[in-house]
């Protein structure tokens, strides 16, 4: 069965240094997430990706972040000048057409650890 | 603003038994969709059961299904035959259209052999 597959697996880094989340989404799905988990608290949302822009980002997606997808496979995200409370794991997802109630297929996530 | 409350941090269940983790909602949306998903200690969260809000009848998967209540906005999972696999954060999830989904803060279900 077609996976996301997320890299790395574990990122550890200074403050202030800046970090490159990967994700490589099902082949031929349309609409990407990222997500964070903090530990010991919920899912977070951070923003949908479509058709090479942003659909939507929750109010944590701030001017640090941004996302792209560089050579039409990978879907990326950018953390520029990180800080310790970026500490948590980061999910990507991905759906195929990006229908109502579509189910989003979750990464086994990057953990990211900001000394 | 649509929120997901799951009001069991924790839920311990024998092997064989059933056990019933609750989620409730909060919408002014009349269609949507509700998902519970699973997330073992290797993190990676898979999808157990989806219900879409314009169907009444309650969702089943094999050992898994719900009890969708859209008046109380109240959506349960109940796993019958628990075996020891189903050991893992549990979390509640709404999605509106293709938006973002929102989860709940989950509950740790425990299977005691």
């Known amino acids: 069965e077609p996976e996301v597959t997320q890299t790395p697996s574990h990122q550890v880094t200074q403050m202030g240094q800046e970090v490159i989340l990967r994700c490589v989404p099902i082949?031929?799905?349309?609409?990407f997430y990222w997500y964070r988990q903090i530990l010991g608290q919920k899912v977070e949302f951070l923003v949908s990706?479509?058709?090479?822009?942003?659909?939507?980002k929750s109010e944590i997606f701030d001017d640090q972040f941004s996302v792209e997808r560089p050579d039409g496979s990978n879907f990326t995200l950018k953390i520029r000048s990180t800080k310790l409370e970026d500490s948590a794991m980061y999910f990507c997802?991905?759906?195929?057409?990006?229908?109502?109630?579509?189910?989003?297929?979750f990464g086994p996530g990057t953990r990211l650890l900001v000394l | 603003a649509q929120t997901v409350t799951q009001s069991q941090p924790e839920m311990s269940v024998q092997e064989a038994e059933t056990v019933t983790l609750s989620c409730t909602y909060d919408?002014?949306?009349?269609?949507?969709?509700l998902f519970w998903y699973k997330q073992p200690p290797s993190r990676q969260m898979i999808l157990v059961i989806r219900?879409?809000?314009?169907?009444?009848q309650n969702a089943t998967e094999n050992r898994f299904s719900v009890n969708f209540q859209k008046a109380a906005k109240s959506f349960s999972l109940k796993i019958s035959d628990s075996q020891l696999g189903d050991a893992a954060m549990y979390f509640c999830?709404?999605?509106?259209?293709?938006?973002?989904?929102?989860f709940g803060a989950g509950t740790r279900l425990t299977v005691k052999p």
């Open positions: 997802a991905t759906v195929a057409s990006g229908g109502a109630g579509e189910t989003q297929y």
């Open positions: 082949s031929n799905h349309l609409y």
């Open positions: 990706f479509y058709n090479n822009e942003i659909s939507e």
């Open positions: 919408t002014s949306e009349s269609d949507y969709y």
């Open positions: 219900q879409e809000a314009y169907k009444q």
């Open positions: 999830a709404y999605q509106y259209n293709n938006n973002d989904m929102r």
